[in-house]
């Protein structure tokens, strides 16, 4: 095995894990996902059979990632966090032929307690707010917080507030990395510093 699994994890036949990936205490990964290198599975962590999960990603402890849902690259998923794949389930109607799929782009962060409504795509370095409910799609680095989440600012990729008007222009420069933000047509891009 190229990865750690604590022996209290289950790890269904079948399963894909990447090298050097951690599987913590109480974990269920079923059969059919697909899960990279250097990831943290945290405790009690459920991960679907339809479920993709890319390199270094973080899924802290008690999440369950159903069906549907892919994370790419350097997700964070803070503790209790919460996806769904039906819209309007039902106990006594069976609604498996309608899960919809949750996209989350590389570098995201959701923190504890937030619940991603099935059907949205969290753009690239998104920061989601600790116990927010989002039910839309998120840009590229948003920082979005509340019931219903409501975007109240910008984030940068190393994960400080970036000094940015919501709508309009505007440019900024990350005090860590030296990377220029710029902000046009309610899209941010980014432009590494020595790039």
Same mark, same amino acid.
């Given at each position: 095995?190229?990865?750690?699994?604590?022996?209290?994890?289950?790890?269904?036949? *079948? /399963?894909?894990? @990447?090298?050097?990936?951690?599987?913590?205490?109480? =974990?269920?990964?079923?059969?059919? %996902?697909?899960? !990279? $290198?250097?990831?943290?599975l945290g405790q009690n962590v459920f991960v679907g059979n339809k479920v993709v999960i890319g390199?270094?990603?973080?899924?802290?402890?008690?999440?369950?990632?159903?069906?549907?849902?892919?994370?790419?690259?350097?997700?964070?998923?803070?503790?209790?966090?919460?996806?769904?794949?039906?819209?309007?389930?039902?106990?006594?109607?069976?609604?498996?032929?309608?899960?919809?799929?949750?996209?989350?782009?590389? *570098? /995201?962060?959701? @923190?504890?307690?937030?619940?991603?409504?099935?059907? =949205?795509?969290?753009?690239?370095? %998104?920061?989601? !707010? $600790?116990?927010?409910?989002?039910?839309?799609?998120?840009?590229?680095?948003?920082?979005?917080?509340?019931?219903?989440?409501?975007?109240v600012g910008w984030m940068s990729a190393y994960g400080e507030q970036l000094d940015l008007p919501?709508?309009?222009?505007?440019?900024?420069?990350?005090?860590?990395?030296?990377?220029?933000?710029?902000?046009?047509?309610?899209?941010?891009?980014?432009?590494?510093?020595?790039?």
């Amino acid at each position: 095995m190229s990865y750690y699994a604590h022996p209290s994890a289950i790890v269904d036949e *079948g /399963a894909q894990i @990447g090298e050097g990936s951690r599987v913590w205490h109480f =974990v269920h990964v079923c059969g059919g %996902a697909r899960i !990279g $290198a250097g990831v943290s599975l945290g405790q009690n962590v459920f991960v679907g059979n339809k479920v993709v999960i890319g390199d270094r990603c973080k899924v802290q402890n008690n999440v369950s990632v159903y069906d549907n849902v892919t994370l790419e690259d350097g997700v964070f998923c803070g503790p209790s966090m919460v996806f769904t794949n039906v819209y309007n389930p039902r106990g006594l109607i069976e609604r498996k032929d309608q899960y919809r799929d949750t996209l989350v782009k590389t *570098g /995201a962060t959701l @923190g504890a307690n937030c619940t991603i409504v099935c059907g =949205v795509t969290i753009g690239a370095y %998104a920061f989601v !707010g $600790a116990g927010a409910v989002v039910n839309r799609d998120i840009p590229d680095y948003a920082l979005v917080v509340g019931v219903p989440g409501r975007q109240v600012g910008w984030m940068s990729a190393y994960g400080e507030q970036l000094d940015l008007p919501l709508t309009g222009i505007g440019d900024t420069i990350c005090a860590h990395t030296g990377d220029i933000y710029s902000l046009r047509d309610g899209k941010v891009e980014r432009k590494v510093a020595d790039a």
